[in-house]
C-alpha cells in the first residue's frame, strides 16, 4: 500500500514538474515582441485554440498533464495559436511566422518531434461533431493513464482544446497568473506579483493590451518592466522584451545597416589609399631634379 502510495506520490510530482516546465514556455511566447494579436484572439472558436490565453486555460483545467499525450497535445496547440494567422493570411502572418519560428525553437530544444508538431499543425475541421471526438479522445487518454509515462516526451497525435470568450477580469486574473510565473522565471518570487494589479484595456479592431501597476501606481507597461524595477538578476535588458536576441526581421534590419557602414569604410579606405599612393609619388618625383 505504502507502495502505490509513493507511487502516485512520484507521479503527481512528475506532472507538477511538466506543468510549471510548460507554464514558462507559455510565458516566453506571451512576451516575444508584438505578441498581443496572439494573446487575445478576437475571432474565436468553439473548436480550436487560437490564442495563448485559451493555452493558459487548458493548462489550468489540467488539459496537458498526461505525460507524452500532454507535451503533444501542448506543443500542437501552441503551434495552432500561430499557424491560424498564416492560413488565413491576414495583417499579422509576418509576424505570425517569426513567432512560429521562435516557438519551434523552444520546443525543438526539448524534443525535434514536438518541435515538429508545433510547425505542422494546422486548423482542422471546425464542424460541430468535432468537439465531441476531441473530449471522447480525451477521456480514452486519461483511462490509459497508467501506459503513459509522465516523464517523457509525447509521441500520439495530439488534440486541441475549446475556445471562448473571456471578460476583462478574467483576462486580468490570467494577465497575473502569467506575471506570477515570469517573475519566478526571472529568478524572483511568485508573491512579488502581489503588489502589483493589472488592467486589461480593449483597443479598436478587437486587440487587448495589458498593463500592470504597483502598489504606488507606477505604470508597467510589459512584465519584463516589472521585472526590472523589481531589479530581478535574470531581468531582460531594455530593447528586448524577453531579454532574448532580436527577431529574425530585426536582425536582417541590422545586418543590411552594418553591410552598408561596411561599405562606406571600404570605399573610404579606397579612397584614402588612392590619396596615400597619388602623395609619395609626388614626393618620389620631387627628389629628382629638372633637366
Not at 502572418?93 to 519560428?101: N, V, W
Amino acid at each position: 500500500m505504502s507502495a502505490q502510495v509513493a507511487e502516485a506520490a512520484e507521479k503527481e510530482a512528475r506532472r507538477k514538474k511538466h506543468k510549471k516546465r510548460m507554464n514558462k514556455l507559455l510565458v516566453r511566447a506571451w512576451n516575444l515582441p508584438d505578441s498581443a494579436p496572439f494573446q487575445d484572439s478576437s475571432h474565436s472558436s468553439e473548436n480550436e485554440v487560437r490564442d495563448l490565453t485559451m493555452v493558459g486555460k487548458n493548462l489550468d483545467k489540467g488539459v496537458y498533464e498526461h505525460g507524452r499525450s500532454g507535451w503533444e497535445i501542448f506543443a500542437k496547440d501552441m503551434g495552432l495559436v500561430y499557424n491560424w494567422h498564416i492560413n488565413r493570411k491576414g495583417k499579422h502572418i509576418s509576424i505570425a511566422k517569426i513567432h512560429l519560428d521562435e516557438v519551434v525553437g523552444f520546443f525543438t530544444k526539448i524534443d525535434p518531434s514536438l518541435g515538429n508538431l508545433v510547425i505542422n499543425s494546422m486548423p482542422g475541421d471546425t464542424s460541430s461533431d468535432s468537439a465531441p471526438k476531441r473530449n471522447s479522445s480525451v477521456a480514452r487518454k486519461r483511462k490509459n493513464n497508467e501506459k503513459d509515462s509522465p516523464d517523457t516526451t509525447p509521441r500520439k497525435k495530439a488534440n486541441v482544446g475549446n475556445n471562448g470568450h473571456l471578460t476583462l477580469s478574467q483576462r486580468e486574473k490570467r494577465a497575473m497568473e502569467l506575471l506570477a510565473a515570469y517573475l519566478e522565471e526571472r529568478g524572483g518570487e511568485r508573491v512579488q506579483s502581489e503588489n502589483f494589479r493589472c488592467k486589461v484595456v480593449r483597443r479598436p479592431g478587437g486587440r487587448f493590451d495589458s498593463v500592470f501597476f504597483s502598489a504606488e501606481n507606477k505604470r508597467f507597461k510589459s512584465m519584463a518592466d516589472v521585472a526590472r524595477f523589481l531589479s530581478l538578476v535574470d531581468a531582460p535588458t531594455r530593447g528586448h522584451k524577453d531579454g532574448k536576441a532580436p527577431s529574425r526581421s530585426k536582425k536582417v534590419t541590422e545586418k543590411k545597416k552594418l553591410k552598408r557602414e561596411l561599405d562606406k569604410l571600404m570605399k573610404s579606405h579606397v579612397k584614402a589609399a588612392k590619396a596615400l599612393d597619388d602623395h609619395n609619388n609626388e614626393d618620389v618625383v620631387d627628389q629628382f631634379p629638372a633637366r
